[in-house]
Protein backbone atom coordinates (compact mmCIF):
# COMPACT_ATOMS: atom_id res chain seq x y z
CA UNK A 1 0.00 0.00 0.00
CA UNK A 2 2.63 2.63 1.57
CA UNK A 3 0.44 5.44 1.72
CA UNK A 4 0.91 7.80 4.15
CA UNK A 5 -1.85 8.22 7.32
CA UNK A 6 -1.65 10.73 9.91
CA UNK A 7 -2.99 10.05 12.98
CA UNK A 8 -4.41 12.97 15.42
CA UNK A 9 -4.66 11.51 18.48
CA UNK A 10 -4.20 12.09 22.22
CA UNK A 11 -4.80 8.52 23.86
CA UNK A 12 -1.10 7.45 24.00
CA UNK A 13 -2.39 3.63 23.87
CA UNK A 14 -4.89 4.13 21.27
CA UNK A 15 -2.62 5.83 19.15
CA UNK A 16 0.02 3.33 19.74
CA UNK A 17 -2.07 0.48 18.74
CA UNK A 18 -3.55 2.06 15.31
CA UNK A 19 -0.27 3.32 14.49
CA UNK A 20 1.44 -0.12 14.79
CA UNK A 21 -1.67 -1.91 13.02
CA UNK A 22 -1.34 0.42 9.95
CA UNK A 23 2.34 0.27 9.83
CA UNK A 24 1.65 -3.69 9.87
CA UNK A 25 -0.53 -3.57 6.59
CA UNK A 26 2.58 -1.67 4.55
CA UNK A 27 1.07 2.37 5.44
CA UNK A 28 3.61 5.32 6.52
CA UNK A 29 2.37 6.27 9.98
CA UNK A 30 2.81 10.17 11.17
CA UNK A 31 2.07 10.24 14.39
CA UNK A 32 0.40 13.30 16.48
CA UNK A 33 -0.57 13.65 19.83
CA UNK A 34 -2.09 16.95 19.55
CA UNK A 35 -3.46 19.45 16.70
CA UNK A 36 -0.15 21.44 17.18
CA UNK A 37 1.63 18.33 16.62
CA UNK A 38 -0.47 17.10 13.15
CA UNK A 39 0.33 20.72 11.88
CA UNK A 40 4.08 20.87 12.84
CA UNK A 41 4.14 17.69 10.84
CA UNK A 42 2.67 19.15 7.56
CA UNK A 43 4.71 22.19 7.60
CA UNK A 44 7.89 19.42 7.36
CA UNK A 45 7.10 18.59 3.98
CA UNK A 46 4.48 15.50 4.89
CA UNK A 47 1.30 15.56 2.61
CA UNK A 48 -0.87 12.51 3.98
CA UNK A 49 -3.04 10.60 1.51
CA UNK A 50 -5.36 10.01 4.84
CA UNK A 51 -5.92 11.41 7.64
CA UNK A 52 -7.61 9.97 11.25
CA UNK A 53 -8.27 12.81 13.63
CA UNK A 54 -10.12 12.40 16.95
CA UNK A 55 -12.16 14.91 17.95
CA UNK A 56 -11.73 16.31 21.61
CA UNK A 57 -8.29 17.14 21.31
CA UNK A 58 -6.16 18.58 24.20
CA UNK A 59 -5.53 21.42 22.31
CA UNK A 60 -8.42 22.64 20.29
CA UNK A 61 -11.11 20.79 18.55
CA UNK A 62 -10.34 17.97 15.66
CA UNK A 63 -12.99 19.72 13.43
CA UNK A 64 -11.08 23.25 13.43
CA UNK A 65 -8.04 21.12 12.51
CA UNK A 66 -9.67 19.79 9.29
CA UNK A 67 -10.01 23.33 7.76
CA UNK A 68 -6.43 23.79 8.60
CA UNK A 69 -5.44 20.74 6.92
CA UNK A 70 -7.87 21.66 4.23
CA UNK A 71 -5.93 25.43 3.30
CA UNK A 72 -2.76 23.19 1.96
CA UNK A 73 -4.09 20.17 1.43
CA UNK A 74 -7.58 18.21 0.24
CA UNK A 75 -6.77 15.23 2.71
CA UNK A 76 -9.75 12.71 3.27
CA UNK A 77 -10.74 12.40 6.80
CA UNK A 78 -12.15 9.80 9.43
CA UNK A 79 -13.19 10.83 12.44
CA UNK A 80 -12.18 8.58 15.34
CA UNK A 81 -14.25 9.89 18.43
CA UNK A 82 -15.89 8.87 21.18
CA UNK A 83 -19.04 11.20 20.61
CA UNK A 84 -21.72 9.15 19.76
CA UNK A 85 -24.55 11.01 19.64
CA UNK A 86 -26.34 11.55 16.18
CA UNK A 87 -25.80 15.62 16.05
CA UNK A 88 -22.38 14.48 16.90
CA UNK A 89 -22.56 12.19 13.46
CA UNK A 90 -24.17 14.98 11.83
CA UNK A 91 -21.57 18.04 12.57
CA UNK A 92 -18.50 15.63 12.41
CA UNK A 93 -19.21 15.24 8.85
CA UNK A 94 -20.96 17.99 7.45
CA UNK A 95 -17.81 20.28 8.69
CA UNK A 96 -15.08 17.98 6.33
CA UNK A 97 -15.22 14.71 8.00
CA UNK A 98 -15.41 12.03 5.38
CA UNK A 99 -16.24 9.19 7.51
CA UNK A 100 -17.24 8.37 11.44
CA UNK A 101 -15.73 5.74 13.66
CA UNK A 102 -17.07 5.40 17.04
CA UNK A 103 -15.18 4.05 20.05
CA UNK A 104 -14.71 1.56 21.15
CA UNK A 105 -14.53 0.04 17.51
CA UNK A 106 -12.76 -2.94 15.70
CA UNK A 107 -9.21 -2.79 14.23
CA UNK A 108 -10.55 -4.47 11.46
CA UNK A 109 -13.60 -2.45 10.43
CA UNK A 110 -10.97 1.18 11.37
CA UNK A 111 -8.60 -0.71 8.44
CA UNK A 112 -11.04 -1.19 5.89
CA UNK A 113 -12.72 2.36 6.66
CA UNK A 114 -9.62 3.71 5.75
CA UNK A 115 -8.74 1.44 2.68
CA UNK A 116 -12.16 2.60 1.31
CA UNK A 117 -11.11 6.29 2.22
CA UNK A 118 -8.21 5.44 -0.10
CA UNK A 119 -9.84 4.05 -2.85
CA UNK A 120 -11.55 7.28 -3.65
CA UNK A 121 -8.45 9.21 -4.23
CA UNK A 122 -6.51 6.67 -6.26
CA UNK A 123 -5.30 6.97 -9.55
CA UNK A 124 -3.96 3.93 -11.07
CA UNK A 125 -4.17 1.26 -8.40
CA UNK A 126 -0.93 -0.35 -7.50
CA UNK A 127 1.12 2.23 -9.55
CA UNK A 128 2.85 5.35 -9.04
CA UNK A 129 4.69 7.52 -11.29
CA UNK A 130 7.12 10.97 -10.56
CA UNK A 131 9.18 11.81 -13.65
CA UNK A 132 11.39 9.25 -14.52
CA UNK A 133 10.95 7.03 -12.01
CA UNK A 134 7.91 4.26 -11.70
CA UNK A 135 6.67 2.36 -8.57
CA UNK A 136 5.23 -0.68 -8.36
CA UNK A 137 3.40 -0.53 -5.17
CA UNK A 138 2.08 -4.03 -4.97
CA UNK A 139 5.53 -5.35 -5.13
CA UNK A 140 7.21 -2.53 -3.69
CA UNK A 141 9.83 -2.38 -6.58
CA UNK A 142 10.95 0.70 -8.18
CA UNK A 143 12.17 1.63 -11.77
CA UNK A 144 14.05 3.93 -13.21
CA UNK A 145 12.99 4.82 -17.15
CA UNK A 146 12.61 0.92 -17.01
CA UNK A 147 15.34 -0.29 -15.21
CA UNK A 148 14.88 -1.92 -12.09
CA UNK A 149 16.45 0.11 -9.35
CA UNK A 150 16.84 -3.18 -6.77
CA UNK A 151 15.89 -1.00 -3.92
CA UNK A 152 15.41 -2.36 0.10
CA UNK A 153 11.76 -2.30 1.78
CA UNK A 154 13.74 0.91 3.50
CA UNK A 155 15.25 2.41 0.29
CA UNK A 156 12.14 2.44 -1.37
CA UNK A 157 9.56 3.73 1.29
CA UNK A 158 12.18 6.92 1.08
CA UNK A 159 12.20 7.50 -2.35
CA UNK A 160 8.51 7.15 -2.74
CA UNK A 161 7.86 9.66 0.23
CA UNK A 162 10.10 11.97 -1.05
CA UNK A 163 8.76 11.48 -5.13
CA UNK A 164 5.36 11.75 -3.80
CA UNK A 165 6.36 14.94 -2.25
CA UNK A 166 7.72 17.09 -5.14
CA UNK A 167 9.03 20.27 -3.98
CA UNK A 168 8.38 20.36 -0.54
CA UNK A 169 11.57 18.98 1.44
CA UNK A 170 11.04 15.94 4.21
CA UNK A 171 13.10 16.21 7.17
CA UNK A 172 14.48 13.14 8.24
CA UNK A 173 12.51 13.40 11.58
CA UNK A 174 9.40 12.73 9.24
CA UNK A 175 10.88 10.40 7.39
CA UNK A 176 12.03 8.27 10.03
CA UNK A 177 8.33 8.58 12.04
CA UNK A 178 6.87 7.53 8.78
CA UNK A 179 8.85 4.60 7.88
CA UNK A 180 11.08 3.36 11.23
CA UNK A 181 8.65 4.22 13.81
CA UNK A 182 9.18 6.55 16.96
CA UNK A 183 11.15 9.36 17.53
CA UNK A 184 13.66 10.65 15.70
CA UNK A 185 17.05 10.65 17.29
CA UNK A 186 19.20 13.73 15.74
CA UNK A 187 22.64 11.76 14.96
CA UNK A 188 21.05 8.40 14.09
CA UNK A 189 22.11 7.12 10.99
CA UNK A 190 19.19 5.43 9.79
CA UNK A 191 17.75 8.02 7.17
CA UNK A 192 21.10 9.41 6.27
CA UNK A 193 22.51 5.63 5.43
CA UNK A 194 19.54 4.95 3.35
CA UNK A 195 19.85 8.61 1.96
CA UNK A 196 23.43 7.70 0.77
CA UNK A 197 22.32 4.56 -1.13
CA UNK A 198 19.81 5.94 -3.06
CA UNK A 199 21.86 8.25 -4.52
CA UNK A 200 24.41 5.59 -5.46
CA UNK A 201 21.49 4.10 -7.50
CA UNK A 202 19.91 6.99 -9.03
CA UNK A 203 23.27 7.87 -10.56
CA UNK A 204 23.02 11.26 -13.04
CA UNK A 205 19.35 10.70 -13.18
CA UNK A 206 18.32 12.82 -9.48
CA UNK A 207 19.64 14.53 -7.47
CA UNK A 208 19.02 14.30 -3.48
CA UNK A 209 20.09 16.60 -1.48
CA UNK A 210 19.29 18.14 2.19
CA UNK A 211 18.28 22.04 2.09
CA UNK A 212 19.76 23.68 5.04
CA UNK A 213 17.28 26.05 4.23
CA UNK A 214 14.01 24.55 3.99
CA UNK A 215 15.46 21.74 6.50
CA UNK A 216 14.70 18.55 4.67
CA UNK A 217 15.79 15.93 2.10
CA UNK A 218 14.79 17.38 -1.57
CA UNK A 219 14.67 14.92 -4.65
CA UNK A 220 15.28 16.80 -8.16
CA UNK A 221 15.19 15.07 -11.51
CA UNK A 222 17.98 15.64 -13.36
CA UNK A 223 17.51 16.89 -17.79
CA UNK A 224 18.45 13.95 -19.60
Not at 8 to 20: P, Q, R, Y
Not at 52 to 73: Q, S
Not at 133 to 155: N, Q, T, Y
Not at 182 to 192: L, P, R
Amino acid sequence: MHETILLVEDDESVLAGNAAMLRRRSYFVIEAADAAGALSALSEGIVPDAAVIDILLPDGNGLDLIAEIRKTADVPVLLLTGLAAPENVVEGLSRGGDDYLTKPYDFSVFAARIEALLRRTRGVPGAVKAGALSFDMVAGRASLRGRELGLSPKEFAVLLMLARNGRRPVSAGSLYGAIWGGEFEYGSGAVKTVVSRLRRKLGDSFTLEHDAVEGGYLLNEMPE
